[in-house]
């Protein structure tokens, strides 16, 4: 009878130890899976940012590559540089003694910036606008397409011609020299910076 009692309870406490450690294993398992879920999920949370990142920057790389060549057109045209009227006061004279223009008079007033709503100017831009006006006479009509050309090939800016007015005269002047018109024209120079900050902000970007 003690013989039996003994092998039951050894048996018993055998079962017992094995359902113990078996739900224990179970247990562990469980939380090993959890786990595991847990990083899987981490690491395709890191791998959609990863690949969201790569998009965003094919993206900039495609954007940078499809104005690069108009930045620097721009940029060689002289947008983003000091303003320099002497240039233009130089190249004024210059082709009016080419052209044997006489009576050519200019004026350059104050460079402004521009904020009015007509432009859409970026938040990250400051744009500047210098207005030159002339008056002078003219041999023939091509002359004035001539001051302008000469003057947009300046790497003073980006050139806008807001007005011109041809008058004809056919008049002679003493000395020979022949005018037929005389024009009146506006013209603005266009000048742009990055505004106080943006420069630092967008090297730190790269």
Known sequence: MNIEYYLLRRRLITFLTVSVISLIVVIA????LNSKQNSNAIMEGKIQSVHANTNKLMNDAALI?????DYDIISSRG???????????EQLEKTASRLHLNKLQ?????QQQVLD???NIPAS????KST??????LVHEGDLVDIVKDLAVL???LLSVDSCKITKVGERLVGGSDYNFTASCELSWYKANYREGMAEQMSDGV
């Open 106 to 110: 200019y004026h350059i007033d104050p």
């Open 29 to 32: 398992s469980v939380i090993l």
């Open 65 to 69: 590559e499809a104005y690069q060549a």
């Open 155 to 157: 790497s003073a800016g």
């Open 79 to 89: 947008f983003y540089s000091e303003e320099n009227r002497l240039s233009w006061i």
């Open 117 to 119: 709503s007509n432009h």
């Open 125 to 128: 831009i400051n744009l500047f």
């Open 132 to 137: 030159l006006s002339f008056d002078t006479d």
